[in-house]
């Protein structure tokens, strides 16, 4: 059974949540990525900010990019799996919250990756795949 660091892209990094929404995007469009986690000042997550987010939270509400930060637009409580949860765990946790996206975390209490749906989709089989789409996007 594999556990979230075999599952995991690892090296994502962290936005602060004082950094604005432009540049937000602008690293969203470096890495190749829809989300960023986003940390507090101590570099814990407080939240994940997404494309969507951006565009629907702010941009659509007529809100300035350069002048919204990451940390206005994140809510609630941030969900993550440490590097050792096996993989019916992680899955557990992204079914229970609804997500496409899982922060993994160290002992450290650290950022060390993420899993994605295309993380799954690369390491686990394709019943258990199926059963977390249909579960997620029900």
């Known amino acids: 059974m594999a556990i979230a660091a075999d599952i995991m892209n690892p ?10 929404l432009d540049r937000a995007a602008q690293l969203m469009r470096e890495l190749d990525v829809g989300a960023l986690p986003v940390s507090d000042a101590n570099e814990r997550l407080c939240g994940i900010v997404t494309d969507r987010d951006i565009v629907v939270r702010c941009v659509a509400a007529g809100l300035d990019p350069a002048h919204t930060t990451a940390g206005d637009l994140v809510r609630g409580t941030p969900r993550w799996v440490s590097t050792l949860a096996e993989e019916d765990e992680v899955l557990a946790e992204m079914v229970a919250h609804q997500i496409r996206r899982l922060p993994v975390i160290d002992e450290n209490k650290r950022l060390v990756g993420m899993i994605s749906e295309a993380d799954l989709a690369r390491t686990l ?9 249909e579960r997620v996007y029900a």
């Open 125 to 133: 089989a394709d019943d258990q795949v199926a059963e977390f789409v």
């Open 11 to 20: 090296g994502a990094q962290w936005i602060p949540a004082t950094e604005s």
